[in-house]
């Protein structure tokens, strides 16, 4: 079964400084994995996602994010946080082996501080 | 382009009663999901419909919950005999068909659901 796991609740960054947001998932076959954002009062965004190929992927408003194989995981970063960038962060997953659920993870609150 | 349109954006209902949520996809979208938000919450998958495939409904919470997509576009989600742990906020998103950048989602503004 397809599963995705956000540690953490809320990271808190100052801006200017660099932030991680972590995701780790589990499937059955090879991964699409996703990042998606909720401002507030805004509908979900997507922000990047991983299909095949290298393991850097680069999205939306300077987010990239790292694809571990061995260590199952996604994390989101962002080499100097912003003020606006204090959003809700979920993490996604869909297997690649024909179905097209995708399952999200619980969400990370990002709070940036000035 | 029109992005995904939810209806109504907010619904307050008595317990017991029966609601229907609407979604419009973006056109030419041939995957459609709906989702859960519950207060604090992650997403929770509900259903989602793929072309003329039959609907993947492993996500419906109860026999309460159904849905349907008429002509492959608009879908509406019923919610019958509504209790106060269905109050949340329900999510639809689209999806393009193909490859390549098919993959993601894109959602709607939601509708928030009150049971009083």
């Known amino acids: 079964a397809q599963s995705v796991a956000q540690p953490e609740d809320q990271v808190n960054v100052a801006e200017g400084n660099p932030l991680t947001v972590k995701c780790t998932y589990s499937?059955?076959?090879?991964?699409?994995l996703f990042w998606y954002v909720q401002y507030p009062n805004r509908g979900l965004q997507f922000l990047l996602k991983?299909?095949?190929?290298?393991?850097l992927v680069k999205g939306s408003y300077g987010f990239e994010a790292e694809f571990n194989k061995s260590q199952t995981s996604f994390h989101l970063k962002k080499p100097s946080a912003l003020v606006s960038d204090s959003a809700l962060y979920f993490c996604?997953?869909?297997?690649?082996?024909?179905?097209?659920?995708?399952?999200f993870g619980a969400g990370t609150r990002l709070f940036v501080k000035a | 382009g029109a992005g995904v349109s939810q209806s109504p954006s907010n619904k307050v209902t008595e317990k017991g009663k029966d609601v229907e949520l609407r979604c419009d996809p973006i056109s030419g979208h041939t995957a459609l999901y709906w989702y859960r938000q519950s207060l604090g919450q992650g997403l929770e998958f509900l259903i989602y419909?793929?072309?003329?495939?039959?609907?993947?409904k492993s996500g419906l919470p109860s026999d309460r919950f159904s849905a349907e997509r008429t002509g492959g576009s608009v879908s509406t989600l019923t919610i019958q005999r509504t209790q106060q742990e269905d109050s949340a906020v329900y999510l639809c998103?689209?999806?393009?068909?193909?490859?390549?950048?098919?993959?993601?989602?894109?959602f709607g503004p939601g509708t928030r659901l009150t049971v009083t």
């Open positions: 991983y299909i095949t190929g290298d393991n």
């Open positions: 499937v059955s076959g090879n991964p699409y």
């Open positions: 998103a689209s999806r393009s068909p193909g490859t390549g950048s098919s993959y993601e989602q894109y």
């Open positions: 996604a997953v869909r297997d690649n082996t024909g179905g097209f659920k995708t399952i």
């Open positions: 419909f793929q072309g003329n495939s039959a609907p993947d």
